[in-house]
T-cell receptor, first 113, second 111 residues
């Protein structure tokens, strides 16, 4: 099935560093979503983006809907140990059955205190 | 706020057994979905529903059945469990074409 290209696959950083991850697609998307999954839990929505060029923040997190509508990125500033987890991008494509969310494979983040 | 509730949280089955994973949401969402999550493979859609009485297959539907008799409930049935169905299962609900809210997952082991 269709899948988003999410990178990097994993990151190991020092506390206080900034983090950047992104998601790309070969086709246009109408909505981009960023989720975080803590160990043993279900994914939780962090940020939702609905318009090309939209830049949205949620505390230390900032995400942008790419102008081409084929990509999105998530930045985390001044990372802390509780940022550890798996970050997923997801979206609704413009064409086809847009009732099904398409997912990236996730970015696993580890933070060294 | 209950949100999306999945039961059980953990389950061990023998090969060939059947069981039903329960999912209930109290947000009056139209859409409900079942995913499985395996290491390195992200979230894969099993079945989904866009409203009561309507279901459709996702990416990996084989070996699973669903029904949606009410807006609130969306059970997932394993007809004859196989070791390949060992996974973590997540149920999600969402308003139409909008962000999904997930349950806490069911960790299933088939031996």
């Amino acid at each position: 099935g269709q899948q988003l290209n999410q990178s990097p696959q994993s990151m190991f950083i020092q506390e206080g560093e900034d983090v950047s991850m992104n998601c790309t697609s070969s086709s246009i998307f109408n909505t981009w979503l960023w989720y975080k999954q803590d160990p043993g839990e279900g994914p939780v929505l962090l940020i939702a983006l609905y318009k090309a060029g939209e830049l949205t923040s949620n505390g230390r997190l900032t995400a942008q809907f790419g102008i081409t509508r084929k990509d999105s990125f998530l930045n985390i500033s001044a990372s802390i140990p509780s940022d550890v987890g798996i970050y997923f991008c997801a979206g609704f494509p413009n064409a086809g059955n847009n009732r099904k969310l398409i997912w990236g494979l996730g970015t696993s983040l580890a933070v060294n205190p | 706020n209950a949100g999306v509730t999945q039961t059980p949280k953990f389950q061990v089955l023998k090969t060939g057994q059947s069981m039903t994973l329960q999912c209930a949401q109290d947000m009056n969402h139209e859409y409900m979905s079942w995913y499985r999550q395996d290491p390195g493979m992200g979230l894969r859609l099993i079945h989904y529903s866009v409203g009561a009485g309507i279901t459709d297959q996702g990416e990996v539907p084989n070996g699973y059945n669903v029904s949606r008799s009410t807006t609130e409930d969306f059970p997932l049935r394993l007809l004859s469990a196989a070791p390949s169905q060992t996974s973590v299962y997540f149920c999600a609900s969402s308003p139409a074409d909008s962000e999904a809210f997930f349950g806490q997952g069911t960790r299933l082991t088939v031996v």
